[in-house]
């Protein structure tokens, strides 16, 4: 499916589609399940444009390969969820700064472990269908 058309609005849907997946990451660290959704999101942007340019297009906007975005961000998580030790709290205790940041609001270990999730889930999401499209 590579008409002049779906190229044309997978280049426009590619950086609205990532903008809006952040802005659910962010909005999400004070709700359950942003950085899982919003992974979701800005893995089916980089599926829309890779059906549209193909994979080694796709590839070469991603600089990275998605397999190493799992790793790092299950080290992200490990770190935001294991941080409260150094406090002596339990694992897990979200730990909040105490003055919000601009444009993003109250920043604690929640929005990391988000953060940490978004990769995994793109990594992993995109792993799969970039090996199946290549044995397609």
Do not use: Q
Request: overall charge positive; hydrophobic content about 55%.
């Amino acid at each position: 499916m590579k008409s002049l058309v779906f190229k044309t609005a997978s280049n426009y849907l590619l950086p609205l589609l990532l903008l809006f997946s952040i802005f659910i990451l962010l909005r999400g660290h004070y709700l359950p399940g942003g950085g899982f959704v919003g992974g979701l999101m800005a893995s089916v942007a980089f599926l829309i444009h890779s059906f549209a340019h193909g994979l080694k297009e796709t590839r070469t906007i991603i600089r990275v390969n998605p397999g190493f975005l799992m790793p790092f961000g299950l080290m992200i998580c490990l770190i935001a969820g294991l941080s409260p030790w150094v406090l002596s709290l339990p694992a897990m205790t979200g730990l909040w700064f105490d003055e919000p940041f601009k444009f993003v609001g109250m920043v604690g270990s929640a929005l990391f472990f988000d953060i940490g999730v978004y990769f995994v889930v793109v990594g992993t999401t995109l792993t799969i269908m970039f090996t199946i499209a290549e044995t397609v």
